[in-house]
């Protein structure tokens, strides 16, 4: 009955891969199979698996539908939170994916999943990622106003969606939850962030996203217990494709 979390798929059975790092890095090659005999060595059929966005390059449904087989070839339940680049996947259209893939998939948005005595809570999230100006040692001097104002709106939007998560599993009596996001819970330049003090205030006791590919964005947000929660990177090139054990 373990729990296990992963993201940033970016399967592309249908789709044109664009992605250079996907092109170029090792640790992409063949991360379809790596990935399935890694799941089928660790996750049973009684286990949950949650896979945190960017689960598909396909720019629509159709696009997407071996992606999707695929996911849902793998062991366990399996659970999916949206990504950005999830273009299959229209938050007003959760309900019809749902009916779609019942019992195969469940998709989590404005709703929650229950594990164990937990509830499941989550929403894409956003982070401001720049653009960011540096200075000629590469460090940080200002970023785009604009862009600033523009992400705090899509911040804003994201952070209603998860109190909704939080408060429907609050008022069918859950207290105990683990939180997802794709987006990490904190940009570059904060040390705290609304994502963070929900899980806080909920008292979420895990925090679990994706999102960042590459070396140089693994550090990019909270790692390890942070006042009072567990935060956990799990995009699937910094996992090496091997799906993380959250809780059991
Ligand atoms: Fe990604
Ligand atoms: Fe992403």
């Not at 653009?131 to 000629?136: A, G, K, S």
């Not at 009596?173 to 987006?183: N, V």
């Not at 996203?209 to 910094?238: K, N, P, T, W």
Request: with cysteine; charged share 30%.
């Amino acid at each position: 009955m373990a729990l296990y979390a992963i993201g940033d798929l970016h399967l592309h059975y249908q789709s044109v891969l664009k992605a250079p790092a996907q092109l170029r890095d090792r640790v992409w090659k063949n991360h379809e199979e790596k990935f399935r005999k890694n799941c089928a060595k660790l996750i049973t059929g009684e286990d949950t698996l949650v896979l945190v966005g960017d689960h598909s390059w396909g720019k629509n449904l159709a696009q997407c539908e071996q992606d999707l087989e695929y996911i849902c070839e793998l062991p366990g339940r399996k659970i999916l939170t949206r990504g950005n680049h999830d273009m299959f996947w229209d938050v007003k259209k959760t309900g019809l994916l749902n009916e779609m893939y019942q019992p195969r998939l469940s998709f989590l948005q404005d709703c929650y999943e229950c594990w164990q005595d937990y509830a499941l809570v989550g929403t894409k999230g956003f982070t401001f990622e720049g653009p960011f100006y540096l200075d000629h040692r590469g460090r940080i001097t200002g970023w785009d106003e604009e862009a600033l104002a523009h992400s705090r709106k899509l911040v804003e939007r994201e952070l209603q969606r998860l109190r909704r998560s939080f408060e429907l599993a609050k008022a069918d009596g859950y207290r105990k939850y683990i939180m997802f996001l794709h987006y990490p819970p904190t940009n570059i330049l904060e040390e705290r962030s609304g994502f963070t003090d929900m899980a806080e205030e909920y008292g979420a006791q895990q925090v679990i996203y994706a999102h960042c590919h590459g070396e140089s964005r693994f550090h990019d947000s909270i790692q390890g217990m942070y006042r009072g929660r567990e935060y956990h990177l799990v995009s699937g090139d910094f996992l090496r494709w091997k799906p993380l054990r959250i809780a059991e």
